[in-house]
């Protein structure tokens, strides 16, 4: 899955648990569904990723992609001169959106026989959460 800076999902691929996560993320990035804008020098895209995308397929499949990459090096902490992290982590926002989308029973507990009927009940947990995330927003207004 990946996902937006504030959790909402973008795209999604499915594959067997035995499928490492870097031969998925070139699949992955090509699932996003909106319209991506031209990244240029003045307004580049980042991806931010973490450890396990820190290999060579990892880095041509960013590359490949025109992202500018934010892979954590594997055994680097993030610290400054006072040995403290700078900067909060980033990684737990796919898992926050998986915990959402867990909330739906067909999803936790994967009763669809047909990888493309488990895929759309994906998709469709994810247009909801699209629409409750623009609910609260009107709402809040």
């Not at 936790?108 to 994810?126: D, E, F, P």
Request: some cysteine.
């Amino acid at each position: 899955m990946i996902v937006e800076a504030d959790g909402g999902p973008l795209g999604v691929v499915l594959a067997g648990a035995n499928v490492h996560d870097t031969k998925l993320l070139a699949a992955t990035i090509d699932a996003i569904v909106v319209d991506r804008p031209e990244p240029t020098k003045q307004s580049p895209q980042h991806l931010c990723l973490d450890k396990g995308y820190d290999n060579p397929t990892g880095h041509a499949a960013v590359a490949k992609k025109q992202y500018r990459p934010h892979i954590r090096r594997i055994g680097e902490e993030k610290l400054d001169e006072k040995k403290r992290k700078r900067h909060p982590a980033r990684r737990w926002v796919v898992e926050r959106t998986l915990g959402w989308m867990s909330k739906c029973r067909a999803i936790l507990v994967r009763y669809a026989k047909k990888s493309s009927n488990y895929l759309g009940i994906i998709q469709l947990a994810c247009a909801f959460l699209w629409y409750r995330r623009q609910h609260r927003l009107v709402v809040l207004r």
